[in-house]
């Protein structure tokens, strides 16, 4: 592993355990040439997924993606971030266990806003935005609109 201040090569590891969300390891390094601590994290891949595009282009999925998504929809909202791991875990465990090395982004987003919508709502609504382009006030109202609960 790579010392991330000084480059060298020459890193060890000094400290191993799971991480919080229990989905990777945690592992605290110290590099050799220059004494620095760093902690790194490993995931298991279990396949390598290519999201499918709207324009029919193919790209690597990348988790942190995924994560800024999420940052970005839940930004200032007092949600958890073990529960927003949990959301993104589930997601990944969903696109690998598909069995497909293509997989559409709609599907993507799909999984997306049914987590979003169950961490908190305004996450939701702000993702939809991206996400179904919305493109003037009209189009947040009706999208409010069909989550309120109907009056019988």
């Known amino acids: 592993m790579m010392c991330p201040f000084c480059r060298s090569e020459d890193t060890q590891v000094k400290d191993s355990r799971p991480s919080e969300d229990g989905a990777s390891i945690r592992r605290r390094r110290q590099c050799s040439s220059c004494d620095a601590r760093f902690t790194t994290f490993e995931r298991v891949q279990l396949r390598e997924i290519y999201v499918v595009k709207r324009d029919n282009r193919k790209v690597l999925f990348d988790r942190e993606k995924l994560e800024r998504s999420f940052n970005v929809a839940l930004r200032k909202r007092a949600i958890q971030e073990n529960d927003?791991?949990?959301a993104i875990n589930e997601i990944v465990?969903?696109?690998?266990s598909t069995g497909e090395a293509d997989v559409n982004s709609e599907y993507i987003g799909s999984l997306v806003m049914k987590a979003l919508l169950?961490?908190?709502k305004v996450g939701y609504i702000r993702y939809?935005?991206?996400?179904?382009n919305f493109?003037?006030?009209g189009d947040f109202e009706d999208f409010v609109?069909?989550?309120r609960p109907r009056s019988g």
């Open 128 to 132: 939809a935005s991206v996400y179904k």
């Open 145 to 147: 609109n069909n989550l």
């Open 84 to 86: 927003v791991a949990m």
């Open 118 to 120: 169950k961490l908190d």
């Open 135 to 137: 493109e003037n006030a």
């Open 93 to 96: 465990r969903k696109l690998e």
